[in-house]
């Protein structure tokens, strides 16, 4: 596994830890791996250049999002394809991401739970997800459905607008007893996201996923849950805080979707406010920059070396040197904040904003996942002498996900093609990790 962020070596391996000629010989190595597992709602983004003919005949209201039935779909995809509209085809869904991105980013592996299309043909949109996914995304436990996943079409007209039609396909068939115990030994967290729970009646995904979350808690693995978009949460904002009260230990949203969930616009009142449900918490604020918020022991917490910051909770980034810790393992918790402005300003030009808080959240994964990793393998590291759920603290892992997120949006793909640049391209970016 590759560790987060930029670090020197000896921040590893603590070398008083481990006897370096033994390591040198090959006697001792680490033995114990890890993984991160996520359920999604697997389907493919399709995005073409379509005339208001096309629009028209295919009944489509321009400008919208709208869900259709298979034989649209089938009629829509035909046409785009006979004639080459289609730009890009590429495999989506947010923890589908996400789960490729970390393991881009750690080089480790991860396992994916959703459906696949037991037919797969050169071209299709089955065979497009597998195309896009890293091969370190364990894709062993796809349950097989007869028939397509789901498509995403963004149709683009020559004013620019953009008219989305989706087709869920089988994408939230996925069966409770497709979901394997055995996926949850050693891993750092399952991934879900608040799509899983807005269904059909008669889809099985919802117990899918309650399912996945009970084989997680048995496990003791952390459940991260990422909101999806605001209206998913608007629409239901107290069955949400019981949800996430009663079985989330890590929120990721943005400042819209903490809007939603709590009332608050500010984002870290936001955050502030979803810490009174869960243990840590991701907030992305656009062009404002990051938040994160959890909690530490009164014993473990750690001051900043930065300025106070000032905002609507006086101070906040106080003890952003701190790493986080599950409430449950703090006998005497404290809440602590960080935040950090977007990285060198942000890109010059952002095309998509689209996976950029996919992004954010698999480095945070990652650190998690780098946490559990050095624990199991070196427990007697002075890193350990409390139960802490990161490996870095709120600031270092604050500065990993800002960093990742931009490489989302300076290259205008959800999907990373490759992990961070082992060297920056100037002093001044090298500074930032240095900070």
């Known amino acids: 596994m590759k560790f987060p962020g930029r670090r020197k070596y000896t921040h590893f391996f603590p070398v008083k830890a481990r006897d370096p000629l033994l390591n040198r010989a090959g006697i001792e190595t ?15 983004d399709i995005e073409a250049h379509v005339s208001d003919d096309f629009l028209q005949r295919h009944d489509l209201s321009k400008g919208h999002s709208l869900v259709v039935e298979a034989g649209r779909a089938e009629a829509i995809y035909a046409e785009l394809s006979e004639y080459g509209l289609i730009m ?9 991401n996400t789960l490729h991105n970390y393991s881009v980013l750690a080089d480790d592996n991860s396992i994916l739970l959703g459906v696949m299309s037991e037919s797969i043909h050169v071209g299709t949109s089955g065979y497009r997800y597998l195309c896009h996914t890293s091969s370190r995304v364990n894709l062993d436990h796809l349950q097989p459905v007869d028939g397509p996943i789901g498509r995403c079409f963004a149709l683009i007209t020559p004013d620019h607008e953009r008219t989305f039609a989706i087709n869920e396909g089988a994408m939230n068939q996925l069966r409770p007893q497709s979901i394997p115990a055995q996926a949850f030994e050693h891993a750092s967290a399952l991934l879900i996201t608040a799509y899983l729970m807005r269904c059909k009646p008669s889809d099985p995904m919802p117990e899918s996923a309650l399912r996945a979350i009970a084989l997680a808690k048995r496990a003791r ?8 978009t605001k209206h998913v949460i608007a629409d239901r904002p107290e069955y949400w805080k019981a949800f996430i ?40 604020a656009g062009p404002e920059g990051l938040y994160m918020a959890g909690h530490v022991d009164e014993k473990a917490k750690r001051q900043t070396r930065y300025p106070l910051l000032p905002g609507a909770i006086p101070e906040f980034n106080r003890y952003e040197f701190s790493r986080a810790m599950l409430r449950e ?13 977007p990285y060198m300003g942000g890109p010059n030009r952002i095309a998509n904003t689209n996976g950029a808080g996919d992004g954010a959240l698999a480095a945070v994964l990652h650190d998690i996942a780098a946490n559990r990793h050095h624990r199991e393998n070196v427990p007697n590291s002075s890193k350990h002498t409390f139960q802490f759920l ?3 603290s709120l600031a270092q892992v604050c500065r990993y996900a800002n960093r990742v997120s931009f490489e989302v949006l300076a290259h205008g793909s959800p999907r990373l093609t490759h992990g961070l640049p082992e060297r920056e391209d100037s002093l001044k970016e090298e500074a930032y990790w240095a900070q």
Do not use: W
Not at 88 to 96: N, P, S, W
Not at 270 to 283: E, F, G, I, K, P
């Open 329 to 341: 393992h703090c006998k005497s918790p404290v809440r602590a904040f960080a935040y950090i402005a």
């Open 245 to 284: 009260r009663d079985n989330v230990n890590i929120v990721a949203m943005n400042e819209e979707e903490g809007m939603a969930l709590t009332g608050h616009e500010d984002p870290l009142l936001a955050c502030d406010a979803t810490l009174d449900l869960t243990d840590l918490v991701l907030c992305t």
């Open 30 to 44: 680490f033995s114990h791996r890890t993984h991160v597992v996520g359920i999604d709602q697997t389907l493919v």
């Open 88 to 96: 890009q085809e590429h495999a989506g869904g947010t923890v589908g």
């Open 390 to 392: 990161t490996y870095s």
């Open 221 to 228: 693995v952390p459940v991260v849950l990422t909101l999806g």
